[in-house]
């Protein structure tokens, strides 16, 4: 009887310890402990339902709230405005030329340059991006959409008029939505970079420069061009025509000219020597192309001509 008390005791201690058990491993419908559950997919999701205790109410154990998804930073309504341009127009990318800076400039320099501009009144967000500093005279803007991916490398062009691209050595990695600033070209005949672009829509490849013929951006298929142009008019037309007659009154201008080359002005200006010049192109006609094969800066009565050997302005005379 003794021994048969005991084993009875044993018996309803072990039940209620089972007991317990069963109750601290069993979770409600509803609930989570924080585990893991695979999708369709059989990717690893964390659970988005968990019990929530606030301080000023009270909630029952079985009660559950959904977890709210992660809310991403508001979507740039200006950058938002040039991505729908840019798809607009048929490209994944988008260029800007900013404009000329001292190749000695520091970043600070170039982020003043920037901000004296008129883009940031329609690209604020241009004035926080990264600068990627090939080395150069020349500041452009590079914009790519969720789905394209670029590259910046250092380029050379050969004999044969082709770019050596130096893949080998990577001056800028991005992929996805991205944006900076790129200074280069210490040439105006030549850009001593390519970025590359990869995308749905193919791989194509953007020189930064500007044309010879008029000033504008040399846009690859593919990529938007979203520069700001001077509105040559007015005053202006009338400071392009006296610098035309100035320099037609050079005689390796005239001779040129005679030969049946064609003189533009490009549209843009450069401060040379300290004065702001206004930068003409000599060249010829090919297949509805215009090929620059000389530069010249006029400022006043002064005539620079560009020695790309040295690549240097040197003053040729005076009108």
């Not at 991005?174 to 210490?186: E, I, T, Y």
Request: contains cysteine.
């Amino acid at each position: 009887m003794k021994f048969s008390g005991i084993a009875s005791v044993l018996a309803l201690l072990i039940s209620a310890m089972l007991s317990g058990c069963a109750d601290k491993g069993t979770v409600s419908s509803g609930q989570s402990s924080g585990s893991s559950h695979a999708d369709n997919s059989g990717t690893a999701k964390e659970s988005s339902v968990i019990s929530v205790v606030s301080e000023n109410s009270t909630v029952s154990a079985d009660e559950t709230h959904d977890v709210p998804e992660k809310t991403s930073e508001p979507a740039d309504p200006l950058l938002e405005a040039l991505y729908a341009k840019i798809d607009e127009s048929g490209c994944r990318a988008g260029m800007a030329f900013i404009g000329f800076v001292d190749p000695e400039a520091s970043e600070d320099d170039m982020r003043a340059y920037l901000e004296s501009s008129q883009y940031p009144e329609k690209y604020a967000f241009l004035t926080s991006a990264p600068i990627v500093d090939a080395g150069g005279t020349e500041l452009y803007a590079i914009v790519t959409k969720a789905d394209c991916g670029v590259s910046v490398y250092p380029a050379m062009p050969t004999e044969s008029g082709l770019y050596d691209i130096k893949t080998d050595t990577v001056l800028y990695q991005g992929s996805g939505a991205d944006c900076f600033l790129l200074r280069c070209n210490m040439s105006d005949i030549f850009s001593n970079v390519a970025v590359s672009f990869s995308s749905p829509i193919g791989d194509f490849y953007q020189f930064p420069m500007l044309s010879g013929k008029d000033g504008r951006l040399c846009a690859a298929d593919g990529v938007y061009d979203f520069s700001f142009y001077a509105d040559n008019s007015g005053e202006t037309d009338v400071d392009v025509r006296i610098a035309t007659e100035l320099l037609l009154e050079v005689y390796e201008v005239q001779e040129r000219s005679q030969q049946g080359m064609t003189l533009l002005y490009t549209g843009q200006k450069q401060t040379i020597d300290g004065r702001e010049c206004m930068i003409f192109a000599l060249g010829t006609t090919h297949d509805s192309q215009f090929v620059s094969e000389y530069l010249y800066g006029v400022c006043d009565n002064l005539i620079y001509w560009y020695d790309a050997v040295s690549d240097s302005w040197n003053v040729i005379g005076a009108g």
